[in-house]
């Protein structure tokens, strides 16, 4: 069973301060499903999907994406800088030395010169991460949850609660800012305008006006994404997201603040992401009409603690879901 | 042990009331010893040095304050701070100049109540003046950009101080403009055995003490400093709470003035001259101390203030007063490459 | 893709379609403009109110340092404009090139390297100070940055100072040799036309590198995190090395910058590279504009002649009213002492006021004004009117409760836009 789940997330806790907003999850996402995460307002799951998108450390428990541990509890995290100063240090000691031996002034000013490459070395690995920095972590037991970029490298796509689109962009400029992991040209090729990047580029914005077609924004792609309606937004930021070819999409309460018929339109499109492009999704939402109607699987959260889960028959059944719920007109 | 930004943070509750003030006193100890041993500095020097280090840490403690309590507060390195302190400095000594001036005291004055009642009226002159300054600049630079990109108060914090700067730089000259030093330096000596030390240190000490412990009382205690502490840690909430956002970054500028225009009237005591640069040198020393003791915490802020305070005393006690600056530099890089949140501060938990 | 919006306007080959030229022909039209520049500023010199201050020789050679702080003000522009970084020890960087240089070629190192091998190094060394300085500090939040380039700018004139056994400390490194280029040959004290066609080369090369790159991923990149750097995180950009790369390309012009200066000036000193340079050229690009290339070059370029002809010229002049009565008191400003308190008034009420500098760009104005549209008082009120709207549900007037801006297309008028999804793709 556990091959078949894209995501395994094993008693996730997060505390901020003393209040413990995510208390010991566990929660799977097989493989093209439709999975919904519901729950009062503050009962942790806008928390627990900042985890999974890498945003917050958990304080304790970790999570696996496509069968590699990505997000863990932060171990041993302070003995990085010393690794990024180790090994200069070193050099600069030798270099010191030989200063001391009376060693000739371009040796040591040589060494010196040494010392700065390795500093700068070890820092460029620690901000860009290549494979020879991350073994060396693993190495010296190090271990660092993914940061987001990392989480959309390896295969996770989101969008935000309250519309994070990038305003004062187009909405095409945004679908390509969503690609950017998958393009591959650097600032060389861009500065010298090099045949491989204007292929790339050309073929990129194909692509994004296809996404875009896809969600429904079709003569919008010149448009600030700031002066789109609010629908088109929501929606553009769904094509933000799909621009990095995701196999898992997050989506944040995708219908908050749409009137009945984009709700609809809404739950088409994500119906259709799942039949048409193979993708998981994961869903918070609050309209429990749209949760019932679309997911294969709910999970209930309640002051951060998982109360139910089963099929959307299972959990309308269950009183203890009532009763988090009373009141709450949804239910 | 109060922080602005975390009053509750897991960390000051694990730890009991007198640990700090115990492990700053066995690190004034130790910093003596090392001098005294390690470099092999004359007992008399290395006393007089850790007196001197606890004046000056007094000193950036004081500016520093005023950086933590705005950073913690709304997010903004106050460039113009620095020379807001020195424009106390200038105050203080103009006030202390037409004060002997019209009643034809000289400089040491050697009457105790006298020379009390002048310090106690140029900081009343001072502090207040000051204080309003910085919640001028609040008002009319700082608040209308409270919404916009980040990028455009800090702009607009680096143009402040350049103004203030070159407003001094005009009046003034770019020369040192020499401040009366009404505390007898050379006579007034606490003697241990053979060693001498000016109680101008000591009283220095004593004055920041006094006010920082007024400063935590009142965040700590009063219904002000309570929104002040709300505010830091969530300005939102703390407006839905009832809490007046203008008010309240208003109040903690005049403090933070206030502190500084206290660490002018003293900086002119100390070193008897004031000049227009002087807030840019002071001002990039007391932000380092900030970020030291962990920005947005006041313990901190105080603790950082007098770590850098012995290590700059310590540059110059090796006599290499002109390294001292690029020592402080290289404090700050080194905190925020093994330990950003500073030494009191939390750890920020999210990565962006 | 910035011309997209063009094609609903008209049919007449307007403004619109000009820009929309020149933009997708941009490094065709940066070659014809900067010509035309160099052309133009080759005669301005003859013509009167010019001719009159000063000598053809002397304004090319104000021409060609003013040159340095267009350069300048290039590089930090990508810093802080393009990426919002803010920069405040810019003048470190310019003078590790300058300093490179004069190791490379002055009888005081006893090398002679080639200028344009040194042009080469000079950059790479102040690129990588750049690299080191910006990978620890850039992890951070945004403001540390600021602090650590103010105390690096402060520091590394006066590491220059003090270790004066090899940098000659105050006095500086002198004697510097002058260029030798392949068609211009040897330069000489008064060759200022060569350094002068030089200047104009390299501000030509730099402008279309640069405008490549901010039309590219990359600048994509760095406008999404000037935008939110949060978003730009969740949608796959390495904030950090983004971010770096905008820092290490500053780094890199200042480094071309400083080795031009150095080669022109003959030498080079810690003085040269004060806190006061960074400001200055800080002023540059906030007044020019934050983010547009050609304004900023355009900004720095005025200031720069401002400062070092203007001023001068102004002291001069009003200095002959000297014992006229009421003017008598204007002979005495020196305003060439004001020029730090204007640069200081001017930062302030551009930001508080014109954020979007003298010539600003079309998308950096929307930008910086945003703040006016979208306060977040009224995008609570909107959500607030969102989530009523939600509970009321059952088919009310469909609300749009965060259009923003006034440009925005009113409430139900987006009937046509909101058709059934994907009716022809399958």
């Given at each position: 069973m556990t091959d078949a789940n894209l995501l395994d997330a094993r008693r996730v806790t997060k505390r901020f301060g003393g209040l413990v907003a995510v208390n010991g999850i566990d929660f799977t996402i097989p493989e093209r499903s439709i999975v919904s995460l519901i729950g009062p307002n503050g009962a942790g799951k806008t928390t627990f999907f900042n985890i999974i998108a890498g945003i917050y450390d958990p304080t304790a428990g970790a999570i696996r994406f496509r069968g590699r541990q990505m997000i863990a509890r932060t171990h041993r995290a302070f003995l990085e800088p010393f690794l990024w100063v180790g090994p200069a240090a070193v050099m600069a000691l030798v270099a010191a030395g030989a200063g001391l031996a009376r060693a000739p002034v371009t040796a040591v000013v040589a060494l010196g010169f040494v010392a700065l490459l390795l500093l700068i070395v070890m820092l460029l690995g620690a901000v860009a991460r290549p494979l020879w920095y991350r073994r060396l972590l693993v190495r010296a037991g190090i271990f660092r949850s993914s940061r987001p970029n990392d989480m959309v490298e390896a295969g996770l796509g989101r969008t935000f609660q309250n519309i994070r689109l990038f305003h004062n962009m187009t909405a095409l400029e945004n679908v390509l800012v969503g690609m950017h992991c998958r393009l591959k040209a650097n600032w060389w090729d861009a500065m010298l305008s090099t045949p491989k990047d204007r292929a790339e580029e050309a073929r990129a914005e194909i692509r994004a006006r296809e996404l875009l077609h896809l969600v429904g924004l079709r003569d919008r792609d010149g448009e600030l994404a700031k002066n789109l309606p609010y629908g088109d937004q929501r929606r553009l930021e769904v094509a933000r997201a799909l621009g990095s070819d995701p196999a898992l999409l997050l989506l944040d309460e995708p219908t908050a603040g749409m009137n009945p018929r984009e709700t609809q339109e809404m739950m088409a499109l994500i119906n259709k992401l799942r039949t048409e492009l193979g993708l998981t999704i994961l869903l918070i939402e609050h309209d429990m009409k749209v949760v019932m109607g679309i997911s294969d699987r709910v999970t209930v959260l309640d002051h951060g603690e998982k109360i139910a889960e089963g099929t959307p028959d299972e959990v309308r059944r269950n009183p203890r879901v009532v009763e988090a719920y009373l009141g709450a007109p949804a239910a | 042990m109060t922080a602005i930004a975390t009053p509750a943070s897991p960390a000051s509750r694990r730890r009991p009331a007198w640990f700090l003030p115990v492990v700053s006193l066995g690190g004034v100890a130790a910093y003596y010893l090392l001098l005294r041993f390690v470099f092999g500095i004359g007992e008399g020097t290395a006393l007089q040095q850790v007196a001197n280090a606890l004046s000056t840490g007094a000193i950036y403690a004081l500016v520093a304050l005023g950086y933590t309590m705005v950073y913690g507060i709304i997010e903004l390195i106050n460039f113009a701070h620095g020379d807001v302190f020195m424009v106390g400095a200038f105050v203080s000594l103009f006030f202390l100049v037409q004060v002997l001036g019209n009643t034809g005291l000289t400089a040491p004055i050697t009457n105790l109540p006298v020379l009390l009642l002048l310090i106690g009226a140029a900081l009343l002159v001072t502090m207040p003046l000051i204080g309003l300054l910085n919640v001028g600049i609040e008002r009319f630079f700082y608040r209308p950009l409270r919404n916009a990109p980040r990028l455009a108060p800090l702009i607009t914090a680096i143009g402040v101080s350049f103004i203030l700067q070159n407003i001094a730089l005009v009046i003034a000259g770019s020369g040192d403009e020499s401040s009366p030093q009404i505390f007898p330096i050379r006579d007034w000596r606490l003697s241990i055995g053979e060693i001498t030390i000016p109680y101008l240190s000591l009283f220095v000490f004593a004055l920041a003490m006094v006010l920082m412990v007024l400063l935590q009382t009142f965040v700590g205690r009063t219904r002000l400093g309570r929104a002040m502490r709300s505010t830091a840690q969530d300005r939102e909430a703390a407006a839905l709470m009832g809490v007046d956002l203008n008010q309240t970054i208003a109040l903690t500028f005049l403090l933070g003035g206030a502190l500084a225009g206290a660490a002018g009237v003293v900086w002119g005591l100390t070193y008897g001259y004031v000049r227009s640069d002087l807030g840019f040198n002071a001002g990039l020393k007391a932000f380092t101390s900030a970020v030291l003791g962990g920005i947005g915490n006041i313990t901190g802020a105080v603790l950082g203030g007098f770590i850098i305070g012995f290590v700059e005393v310590f540059a110059t006690t090796l006599g290499q007063t002109r390294w001292s600056q690029f020592v402080v530099f290289v404090v700050l890089a080194l905190v925020l490459v093994?330990?950003?949140?500073?030494?009191?501060g939390q750890q920020v938990g999210e990565r962006a | 893709m910035t011309a997209a919006a063009v094609g609903r306007r008209g049919r007449r080959f307007g403004r619109d379609e000009f820009r929309d030229v020149l933009v997708r022909h941009r490094t065709v039209s940066i070659l014809v403009g900067m010509s035309l520049v160099g052309f133009l500023l080759y005669f301005l010199p003859y013509v009167p109110p010019f001719s009159l201050f000063n000598f053809h020789q002397a304004w090319l050679n104000s021409f060609a340092s003013a040159g340095v702080f267009v350069l300048l003000a290039l590089g930090l522009n990508v810093v802080v404009g393009l990426a919002g970084l803010l920069d405040l020890g810019y003048a470190a960087f310019f003078a590790f090139g300058a300093y490179t240089y004069a190791y490379g070629a002055s009888p005081f190192s006893g090398n002679h390297a080639p200028f344009l091998l040194m042009l080469f190094l000079g950059a790479v060394v102040a690129a990588l100070f750049g690299l080191l300085l910006g990978a620890p500090t850039l992890r951070l939040r945004g403001d540390y940055l600021a602090i650590m380039t103010l105390g690096f700018g402060e520091i590394v004139p006066i590491v220059f100072l003090n270790t004066d056994e090899y940098t000659r400390g105050t006095n500086g490194i002198g004697g510097i040799y002058r260029p030798d280029l392949p068609i211009l040959g040897p330069f000489g004290a008064l060759d200022n036309f060569k350094y002068f066609v030089v200047m104009v080369f390299i501000i030509t090369i730099t402008m279309i590198l640069l405008y490549r790159l901010q039309d590219s991923r990359i600048g994509r990149a760095w406008m999404a995190i000037r935008e939110d750097e949060l978003a730009a995180a969740a949608n796959g950009i390495n904030t950090v090395t983004t971010k770096l790369l905008a820092f290490a390309i500053g780094a890199t012009t200042a480094g071309f910058a400083g080795v031009f200066n150095a080669s022109k000036l003959t030498i080079v000193s810690p003085d040269q590279f004060l806190f006061a340079v960074s400001f200055t050229v800080l002023a540059m690009v906030v007044l020019g504009g934050m983010g547009n290339i050609w304004g900023v070059a355009v900004g720095a370029f005025v200031i720069a002649l401002i400062q070092s002809t203007f001023l001068t010229q102004l002291n001069q002049f009003v200095s002959t009213?000297?014992?006229i009565p009421v003017l008598d008191i204007l002979s005495r400003v020196n305003f060439i002492q004001y020029q730090f308190l204007l640069y200081g008034i001017a930062l302030v009420l551009m930001m508080l006021f014109?954020?979007?500098?003298?010539?600003?760009s079309q998308r950096r104005r929307m930008e910086l004004r945003v703040a006016e549209e979208l306060d977040p008082e009224a995008e609570a009120k909107a959500l607030e009117a969102a989530a009523a709207s939600e509970t009321v549900a059952g088919g009310g007037e469909p609300t749009d409760p965060v259009v923003v801006g006034a440009m925005g297309p009113p409430p139900g008028s987006d009937e046509d836009t909101a058709r059934p999804y994907g009716d022809d793709r399958s």
């Open positions: - | 093994f330990r950003p949140a500073g030494i009191l | 009213f000297r014992g014109r954020p979007e500098g003298l010539f600003p």
